[in-house]
């Protein structure tokens, strides 16, 4: 398959350097490739602006902005840029390659994180920003999508394009820079930034961390901006029940609306997030997120107060106080009272009598305990779905602790590979139970998909643990429309499992669009179904050169290429536009000729023999003054 139909770039060598070998992500303002550096020999990133923006200085700026901002920040969590240049028209960023995930992509298999986890990657997403922010910067885009986590657990910060100084004016009338979902109240409503904004943006990412979601949603960008300018963050222990108020008070404090409220940066915010971590103990720290778990029960408070008092002891039993564990049968002999020695009656005798019928009632009490209900067994849940494993759980009464994901070369992606306990194993009614899901094989090769329909594609590599990824079509003679050609990477090629997998569907053969500018609709629409192709006509009429009613523009345009079935665009013609022609009797030839170009008209010279030497304009085909079609032709006699 020729990769350069996809992406021109896939295989060049830029600035005779750098190697560009794929093609990693795709946004708004530049394209990250995979490179080599062919000098260092070292894998590295490359950000190529999008050529249509090379033109605008403003983007070449920001560009060249981020390169030299990003160059002084020699900090080991943030992106490292390693040179900046152009070729050609593609202007470009060498910058570190990080191998692993994003944060948003955590969020997403995961959903929310341990406190220590989400702890654990904002302490050096703060180091990064502080290094900024104490260096005279901003970043102003801080978001889960620019937290790269590498497969060594490093945790960078990424995208440093919308950065600025922090005595730079930094107001946006007419737009607002940044993702609706992280922009501070004053980015909204004023259009500042200065280092709180990224304070702001980091208060959100941890109330996602630990929730699992975004604290305002709504249907539209508009209605999430509103809330921020009038709703607080709420606190994430009102989403998850159980997290410590130290964490509401830390959200609380770095998303304040109004910014004199927060740490003044993110060095101030980390040294609040290390003080609440200091403060918080291992069992909080590694609380399982709340949605994992269904029903949170109290082992200890259960075995005391569910057993009933024996009637040979004198009082109750505390129901949370430090008394004898009522299954300790050593403890429960203690507790009666032994009557007085009666004088001349063997005292062991009674003794005897006394500890059978603790014994008795000790036992009974087990066996009553251990057959009353309150214990079941773990189900199988081998090769069950995630979905059908907690369906079964809830139905024995049972809940999630939490998910857990291993790569399996037996079981399938998706599907149970153990529990924990074990399945058979005894467990209190209303305890949770581990579950851990495969992740399919660790690498997998990629499927042939050659051949298949798109849909059919997709299913195929979701079964083999991939993921599909973006299409692409292209023109192809032997394939048939919509089924695949093939696939970026090709088929045999060992991926990570979850990888995401190109796929390039066949437009089928080309067919050449005829030209149809200048006839009659009903003659238009019909060559066009000839050809194969489908008509639309545009609401709106032009003027042009052509009769009202016949076709004045088509898209495409004749004689390019288009697929089978493909619809062609038509305009319709209102007429010429009429103008007046301007009286160029008399002018020199050169005068005449401006004039009526520059009214929109083409100029046809007439000479004849008398006017071979002639300048001056004895006589014109429309009358000064007269109206003729915009675009058409006026002679002028020369004498």
Known sequence: MDTTLQDPLVGRVLDGRYRVDARIAVGGMATVYRALDTRLDRVLALKVMHPTLAADGSFVERFIREAKSVAR??????????????????????????????????????????????????????AALGAAHRAGFVHRDMKPENVLIGDDGRVKVADFGLVRSVDTVTSTTGAVLGTVSYLAPEQIEHGTSDTRVDVYACGVMLYEMLTGAKPHVGDSPAQVLYAHLHEDVPAPSAVVPGLPAALDTLVAAATARSPEFRPYDAVALLGQVLEVRAALTPEQLDAVPPQAITAQHDNAGDRT??????????????????????LNRTSLLATPPVPPRVPGRPRRGLLTVVVAVVLALGIGTGVWYINSGQFTKVPQLLEKTQAQAEARLKDEGLGVKKVEHRYSDAIRRG???????????????HDSVTLVVSDGPETVKVPDLEGLSLAKARSRLKEDGLEPGMVTREFNDDVPRGFLIGSDPESGTERHAGSAIALVVSKGSPVDVPDVTGEDLSDARADLAEAGLKVKVATGRVNSEFD??????????????????????????????MIEVPDVVGDSVDDAKKALEDA??????DRGLLGLFGDTVKKQSVAGGETAPKGSTIKITIR
Not at 104 to 116: I, T, Y
């Open 305 to 326: 107060s569910v057993i009933p008092r024996s009637l040979t002891v004198p009082r109750p039993l505390p129901v949370d106080g430090d008394g004898p564990d009522p």
């Open 548 to 577: 009202a009613g016949q076709v004045a523009e088509q898209t495409p345009e004749a004689d390019s290429e288009a697929a089978d079935g493909d619809t062609v665009t038509l305009t319709i013609s209102k007429g010429p536009q």
């Open 415 to 429: 599907t149970v590979i153990s529990t924990d306990p074990k399945a058979g194993a005894r467990i209190r009614k």
């Open 600 to 605: 929109g008209f083409k100029v046809d010279e």
């Open 73 to 126: 920040l020699a900090h080991p969590n943030v992106v490292q840029v390693f040179d900046q240049g152009t070729d050609g028209s593609y202007v470009y960023l060498a910058m570190e390659y990080v191998a692993g995930c994003t944060l948003r992509d955590v969020l997403r298999e995961r959903g929310a994180l341990q406190p220590r986890a989400a702890l654990d990657i904002l302490e050096p997403v703060l």
